[in-house]
């Protein structure tokens, strides 16, 4: 008998506990479920970062269309369940039982979350500085094309002057991030910068607003926003 106390209480403080880390469990509704597919609008072979995936609805609805999905977890009775439940999709389902304000979080394409009011800002930030360190890690394993014929040279040079216009813009950054790096990595990164700026990451956050950031898009409580 006092073991099922012992075990009541430990599952009541796995769902109630995570308050003080973020959103307690309360799953999107499945409609809701369909809306955020539709605003990420991520194509095959794309990953998704999820915050707090609950039981991984959201991680099973993008992995049916092809999509990687990753998401972190702090309630491991819901690690568990994503696990089983998504088994069929292995392939394209990741569910880790971390703290998603703890960790280096992996590249991703777009991100979902649901979570608190006061948690927002916190998230805005990160996802900032997501963005920014990703931008140079892909930075630092570009290479640049080869001057391989007189139209690819003349191409090549006028590529390289645009880029370094950026670069002086970008110098600070590169020097503060990647203490090695040569003139040629860096104008290489801007043009990888100024590439990947331009898909824009999406994060869709559900019921809560980014206060720092318009979103460029609303549906039933849904907020897309671009980076
Ligand atoms: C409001 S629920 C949303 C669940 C799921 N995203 C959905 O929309 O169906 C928030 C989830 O985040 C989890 N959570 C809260 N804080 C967390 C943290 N710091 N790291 C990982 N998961 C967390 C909770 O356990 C809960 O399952």
Known sequence: MEILWLIGIIVVLMFCGVVAFGAPFLPTLSKRVEDAVELLDLKPGQTLLELGS???????????????????????????????????YRKYVTVKCRSYWHIKWPQSDAMYVFLLNPYMSKLHKKVVQYLDYS?????????????????????????????????????????????????????????????????????????????????????????????
């Open 54 to 88: 609950g039981d991984g609805r959201l991680l099973k609805a993008v992995a049916k269309k092809g999509v990687y999905a990753i998401g972190y977890e702090l309630n491991p009775i819901l690690v568990v369940y994503t696990y089983l439940s998504t088994w069929r």
């Open 135 to 227: 931008d140079a890690i892909s930075l630092q394993s570009a290479k640049p094309p080869a001057r391989n014929s007189l139209f690819g040279n003349f191409r090549r040079f006028l590529s390289d002057t645009q880029d370094r216009v950026r670069y002086v813009r970008l110098l600070p950054f590169l020097k503060k991030n990647n203490k090695n790096h040569t003139k040629q990595d860096g104008l290489y990164a801007q043009r990888k910068f100024a590439s990947s700026s331009k898909s824009k990451y999406k994060v869709v956050s559900f019921a809560f607003e980014i206060t720092e950031k318009k979103p460029v898009k609303t549906k039933n409580g849904m907020f897309l926003y671009k980076y």
